[in-house]
């Protein structure tokens, strides 16, 4: 993930799934369970800017993070990526794919598995990509690089850009999330 054509020529294979968020809320389809869409490379290649991983204007603005690939037993595994939408083309793509975009961050809690895992996980980098635009050390603008999974300062003279402290990185909150029941499970 650590240069823009892995990643270009990631998003191009034809098993390359997107789920795509607008303000941070997931496209989802609501059939019978809730379920986010997984919309291909062609679907949404139109949104992408050619300077993705580069700078780009605000105007430009599309955030795209690489989450990984997954992998399921029927093939090597697929790469998949979370991906801002602009909101003038939200409309559009919840249309084409008869869904919507979730209102709340609580419905994400209505995600199950796979849905449920990737989902949440795609939201908080990009909303940590909302939220990190500017360096904390000098207050210019910061460039997402590595896939979405670091920011960088875009003034070359800014002292983050030196040694060790040269990057900003998503913050990691571990958690544990206990049930407790009743010996005989009656409550």
Known sequence: RRTPEFLRAAMKEKTTRFILYRDLCPLVTAEKDVQLVWARYDDISHLIPNTLWEETTEEERVDVVFLGRAV?????GYAVFGMTVPSERADELAAKFGGEFLQSYIHLLRLRGRDGHVGRYSRSL????????FCPTCGSRTSSVEGGHKRLCEDNNCRSRKGVHNTCHPRLDPTVIVLVQSADGSR
């Open 72 to 76: 399921e037993s029927s093939h090597d």
């Open 126 to 133: 990009l909303a940590w990509h909302d939220r990190y635009r």
